[in-house]
């Protein structure tokens, strides 16, 4: 019903900064708000950010103050601007969006996710 593909990915040093696209698809009205989370190896998935359809944030204590978290509805897209990049930010980042029945053609149940895309943070 929504599908959502990250770009912007790779392989930084620490220090550096990355900026992460989601572009999301189909049927985008049956999406509120959106969010980034990680996950690296033998970890449990975690919270990144999140933003409402309005433009609220939340972030995670880790990441608050060097992450920015937006949105641009025309384009049904939303971004993660990741700067002072630390080792301990290597994981696999995805894109989510909150699914909800704000009309009757919005089936199904859970969240929406992305493929995921590969952050690597060396030193």
């Known amino acids: 019903q929504v599908q959502l593909v990250e770009s912007g990915g790779g392989l930084v040093q620490a220090g550096d900064s990355l900026r992460l696209s989601c572009a999301a698809s189909?049927?985008?009205?049956?999406?509120?708000?959106m969010g980034w989370y990680r996950q690296a190896p033998g970890k449990e998935r975690e919270l990144v950010a999140t933003?409402?359809?309005?433009?609220?944030?939340n972030y995670a204590d880790s990441v608050k103050g060097r992450f920015t978290i937006s949105r641009d509805n025309a384009k049904n897209t939303q971004y993660l601007q990741m700067n002072s990049l630390k080792p301990e930010d290597t994981a696999v980042y995805y894109c989510?969006?909150?699914?909800?029945?704000?009309?009757?053609?919005?089936?199904?149940?859970?969240?929406?996710w992305g493929q995921g895309t590969q952050v690597t943070v060396s030193s």
């Open positions: 989510n969006a909150e699914r909800l029945k704000l009309h009757y053609y919005c089936t199904g149940s859970g969240d929406y």
């Open positions: 189909g049927n985008t009205d049956c999406m509120s708000a």
């Open positions: 933003i409402t359809s309005g433009g609220r944030t």
